[in-house]
Every structure is written in C-alpha cells, then in structure tokens.
C-alpha cells in the first residue's frame, strides 16, 4: 500500500517554462488537494477536488491548473513557471474532508530560476 | 480565510520533559487536528478532535480543545529525540463547504538530548 506518491521529488525549472507535478493514491479516496509549504507560512491551498471531473481553487490557485480525471490521479500543473513558485508542493489525500485524516506525499522541491 | 497559529513559533526542551504547544484560530470549526513534520518529509496526521470534545488522548499525545477560546493545545509527555520535528494544527470550516484544510504556520519543537 503505497499511500500519496508524489513524482518528482525534485525540479528545477527556467523562469517561462511549464511542468506537471503528479500525485497519485491507492486508498480510493474522494478528496485530493494540492499544498505549497513556504519558509514562515505554513501550508497554503492550492487547488483541490471532492471527486473525479471536480476539482475547485483554493487560496492560492493563480498559475496553476488541476484536473481530476480518474480517483487516483489528480496532477498539477505550471503554466509558466514564475521565480515566486519555488516552494515546496506537497499532495494530500482523504476519505472526507476535514473530518477525517488527510495522508500526505513527501513533497516536490521545485526551484524556478 | 481562517487560519490557526502555533505558539510558540519555536521550542527545545530536554529529552524527558513535556513539550506543549498551542493553536488559536479565529471561526467555527467542526475539527481540529494536529500533524507532524520531519525535516524534509511529508505532513503524519497525530490526532482529530471534533468540536464537541474537550479533551483527546493518544499514547504520549494529549490534546485538548476549547471552542469558546478557540484554542487547542497539543501537550507530549516524557519527550524523545525522535519528536524533533515541525507540529501543525490544521482546521476545517464548520459551514459545510469542502474547502480543505487550513494549516497554521507551525512549532518547531526540538528534543536535546
């Protein structure tokens, strides 16, 4: 039982160019979100979905895309990587939200340059 | 959008002793959970306390909650270098949208041995 796998664990990317970060998990839960973790603020929420063709902005959506095409699949992708992107990107999972545990991937260290 | 706040940002204490951090957030919830963050690694979910409990234990981990303070606190008893590590509180809107997670900005808590 794998969990949250998150692919990969670190990029580095030029100003401009465009990537997906994947996220997949094998316990068929409903909800996925994608977090960015930066020095002194805490996780942030990117984009999330409640389920397969659903997917939502967080509080931090601009320059990002997601979709939802399958239940173990929720990848994210930059449209043009920004120097103001380089964060740690972490992918969660839950049964429900909120009121169940949410399982975390080990992160994806992107550097924009 | 809401947000809980660790406190202290920072803490070391002695291997033994008993490490307690606090949680404020500023609306309504339905849960509170605490998480924890190794150095370099993903979020692991320690416990959930829903909105009608006061107090919640697991093994070395007590937590308790007080809504009209809107405050939680995470105590660990006879502290362990291996607790070294970043602890997040985390909180869901009690208005019923599936909004995520918000995270606080986290406690460091570090064990000397």
């Known amino acids: 039982n794998a969990g949250v796998t998150q692919t990969p664990k670190f990029q580095v990317l030029k100003t401009g160019q465009s990537m997906t970060l994947q996220c997949a998990q094998d316990?068929?839960?409903?909800?996925m979100s994608w977090y960015r973790q930066d020095p002194g603020m805490g996780l942030r929420l990117i984009h999330y979905?409640?389920?397969?063709?659903?997917?939502d902005q967080g509080e931090v959506p601009n320059g990002y895309n997601v979709s939802r095409s399958t239940t173990e699949d929720f990848p994210l992708r930059l449209l043009s990587a920004a120097p103001s992107q380089t964060s740690v990107y972490f992918c969660?999972?839950?049964?429900?939200?909120?009121?169940?545990?949410?399982?975390f991937g080990q992160g994806t260290r992107l550097t924009v340059v | 959008s809401q947000q809980g706040e660790e406190d202290p940002q920072a803490l070391s204490i002695q291997e033994g002793e008993n490490a307690t951090m606090n949680c404020s957030y500023k609306?309504?919830?339905?849960?509170l959970q605490w998480y924890r963050q190794n150095s370099g690694r993903g979020l692991v979910h320690l416990i959930l306390?829903?909105?009608?409990?006061r107090e919640k234990h697991s093994g070395r981990l007590r937590v308790t909650l007080d809504t009209s303070k809107k405050s939680s606190s995470l105590l660990i008893t006879a502290s362990r270098a291996a607790d070294t590590a970043s602890y997040f509180c985390?909180?869901?809107?009690?208005?019923?949208?599936?909004?995520?997670?918000?995270f606080g900005k986290g406690t460091h808590l570090i064990i000397q041995p």
């Open positions: 979905s409640v389920g397969a063709g659903i997917t």
């Open positions: 306390i829903r909105s009608n409990e």
């Open positions: 609306t309504s919830i339905n849960n």
């Open positions: 316990m068929n839960h409903e909800y």
């Open positions: 969660a999972s839950s049964l429900s939200w909120g009121n169940t545990e949410a399982f």
């Open positions: 985390a909180t869901d809107g009690s208005g019923g949208g599936a909004d995520g997670l918000t």
